[in-house]
């Protein structure tokens, strides 16, 4: 079943299906852990998956949200921490649930796929990965509005408008060249300061912790299908852009080959608009890390952000298409 979504009855009967099949087990369960559901307690789930694979994987927290919950990640290593590093965070824009569910396939197909390509990758790096990074608007989008993107904090609003969007929290012309709002009621406001809330301070306090490795930074986002890089700030290309353009137009490739979907590289400013103060951006500029990506998953704008559960599964195996091709090239670019 598909909606053309042309009216608020229309969006309102997506979110209906979506609640009928939120709980619905889909393609990707495994030893008896249902990885790709929509809606689903993830942090339990990477309890789950740690506990499974305890020799390579363990769960561990970067700090806890404006309003008091976890920021559990998952770290995969067999180094001991010694390898290059590869983080990759979700839902740091809360309705955005298909990325979490992305991300948790990728945790399992590093755990538990049988695929040697993907197995080899453990011999290289150690992979962290940050399923939620907004808990408090994530959990808000399940339990009050399906549409909320921002973090739950109170920023001073004079008529009680709350959070900020995490996204244009970090410190990287923060604020600058119309690319997010001084407006607390805007869904782009960018905090009272960077790294002003709690989520974004703790991503920068731990990446900063591993930087001397970090060699890729992968942040999921949806929608639209877009494979993006730095920066959002203006449309200078970046040193690396050649570099960049020509793993991102590999990686598009790949991913169009199982079901035909389009993906687009390009740095954000050219592909969407400006967007300054992002997590990406900070971490090309200040952490210097040698690959930085950010994902717009599925779709173009028919189901947008009400992305429907049956789509999650080819969502997850698509993107592994062309996560095998970013990784190969990152291993050809910078472990030479």
Known sequence: MTFEL??????????????????KIVDGRLNGIDITRLKMCIHQSLDDLASINNATASTFSIGTS???????????????????????????HAREWITGAVCNYIIDQLLNSNETEIQSWLDEYDFYILPIANPDGYEFTHTTDRFWRKSRSENGSPVGCIGTDLNRNFDFHW????????????????????????????MRDFLTSISSRLVFYL??????????????????????????????????????????????????????????????DWTWNALKANLTFTYELRDKG???????????????????????????????????
């Open 175 to 202: 604020l600058e060249n119309g690319g997010a709002s001084s407006n607390p009621c805007s869904n782009t406001f960018a905090g009272n300061s960077p790294f002003s809330d709690s989520e974004a301070a703790n």
């Open 219 to 280: 942040s999921l986002h949806s929608s639209g299908q877009y494979i993006l890089f730095p920066t959002g700030f203006d449309d200078t290309p970046i040193p690396q852009y050649n570099t960049y353009m020509s793993i991102g137009n590999l990686a598009a490739e790949a991913h169009g080959i199982r079901h035909g979907t389009n993906f687009t590289a390009g740095s954000v400013y050219n592909l969407m608009y400006t967007a300054t103060g992002s997590s990406m």
């Open 6 to 23: 042309t009216s608020f009855e229309d969006v309102k009967k997506l979110i209906d299906l979506e609640k009928v099949n939120q709980d």
């Open 302 to 336: 028919q189901f947008g952000h009400l992305l429907p559960p049956d789509q999650i599964y080819p969502s997850a195996t698509e993107f592994m298409d062309g996560l095998k091709v970013i990784m190969t090239e990152l291993s050809r670019e910078y472990l030479k």
């Open 66 to 92: 404006y309003e008091g919950r976890e920021m559990k990640a998952i770290k995969i290593s067999k180094s001991g921490e010694t390898r290059p590093a590869i983080w990759i965070d979700a839902n740091i």
